[in-house]
């Protein structure tokens, strides 16, 4: 807590001293910018728990509870939205409710996954992902908008639940070998949302600087992208990256039409993470972490679906059976570890 607290502080300080001493960096700095639209209560996002990490030995924790790490959580908080668990074990008519009761949905990286190598065959977690983003699809072609934002793992769930039937779209992945890493990244010219009216100032210095924190095990080649008429049609291209190798990759899309985007690198890490101990929180790495969550928040405050009295009371902002422990063996700070028998599922 105190660790939390002091964190704030210093980091409240940074944005003092860099608005007020910085101002001619940073003129009309990224908080004019920041006016959610008023609807008498701010928005409440959705995080989509994952199976506990296969890491996380220890022995209070049954393989079939879910976590959420703790910086997701803070990400989502530090714009002023709330937050609001959705058990990936829930039913389909469970996930209607919850999709009734949030405002957008956040997708968390994450060793999670898509579907097992060998058999091809979609995890429940896969298949309960590609059951929400069909639903939000739905909600936006009814008028109202319904954001859905994916980190790293977060993105390849997006990519490969626009499967049908016929197409595996997984198989446009290359899976490479685990490793953190930092890197710049290039915008697609003119700029694509989320990072269209993002200030000259970051887009340069993210352009220039290894700064932004990669740990993925898959990745989308431009060419795979291109080759496919299902992505091509539904998403664009907002940025790209390279790996060590020099093997180009897509590391931002969104939807043509729709709210609905994914980063392959972490936001997160940038404000809320240490570990590994070279994620850059310089001021342009953390202006950008706000920006993409300020532009995910300012959607789901244009979404009408309100919350009930029942989950505001009992399950907001995790009131429920839920255990925030740090995990030093993990390359989070710390995790909610939620039992699988908890209440909230029945
Ligand atoms: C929310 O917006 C949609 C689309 O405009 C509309 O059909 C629906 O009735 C609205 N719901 C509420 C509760 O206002
Ligand atoms: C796809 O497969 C599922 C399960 O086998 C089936 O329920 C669904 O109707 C199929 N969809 C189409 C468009 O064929
Ligand atoms: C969940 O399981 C634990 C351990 O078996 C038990 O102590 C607890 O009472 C159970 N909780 C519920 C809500 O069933």
Request: with cysteine; proline share 3%; hydrophobic share 35%.
């Amino acid at each position: 807590m105190n660790r939390i607290l002091s964190f704030i502080i210093i980091f409240s300080f940074n944005w003092i001293t860099a608005c007020a001493f910085k101002k001619n960096k940073f003129e009309n700095n990224q908080l004019n910018q920041f006016s959610l639209q008023e609807k008498g209560d701010y928005p409440v996002i959705g995080i989509l728990d994952s199976p506990v990490s296969r890491f996380l030995k220890s022995s209070g924790i049954d393989k079939k509870d879910t976590m959420i790490p703790s910086s997701y959580v803070k990400f989502i908080k530090y714009t002023g939205a709330r937050v609001l668990r959705i058990p990936y074990q829930a039913s389909e008519a469970k996930l209607d409710y919850f999709l009734q009761n949030i405002n957008g949905l956040l997708l968390t990286g994450g060793s999670q996954l898509v579907r097992y190598e060998k058999t091809k065959i979609m995890s429940e977690y896969g298949r309960k992902v590609k059951y929400l983003l069909k639903k939000a699809i739905e909600i936006n072609q009814n008028g109202n908008t319904f954001p859905v934002y994916g980190i790293c793992n977060g993105f390849s769930q997006i990519i490969c639940s626009m499967s049908t039937n016929d197409t595996n779209i997984c198989d446009v992945l290359t899976y490479k070998h685990h490793k953190a890493e930092r890197k710049k990244i290039k915008f697609t010219q003119p700029l694509n949302q989320p990072f269209s009216s993002m200030k000259k100032q970051i887009i340069d210095t993210l352009q220039r600087e290894n700064l932004l924190l990669f740990y993925h095990s898959l990745y989308l080649e431009p060419k795979f992208f291109q080759q496919n008429s299902l992505l091509n049609a539904q998403f664009q291209i907002s940025s790209l990256s390279s790996d060590y190798q020099d093997i180009q990759f897509i590391s931002s899309i969104h939807h043509k039409s729709y709210p609905i985007f994914a980063d392959v690198f972490h936001p997160e890490k940038a404000t809320f993470e240490w570990k590994p101990n070279y994620i850059s929180h310089k001021i342009e790495s953390m202006f950008f972490s706000f920006y993409i969550a300020k532009y995910f928040i300012q959607q789901a405050s244009k979404n009408n679906h309100s919350t009930s009295e029942e989950l505001i009371q009992d399950f907001l902002e995790f009131k429920e059976d839920s255990t925030l422990i740090e995990t030093p063996m993990l390359s989070y700070q710390s995790i909610y570890l939620f039992k699988y028998n908890s209440t909230y599922l029945q």
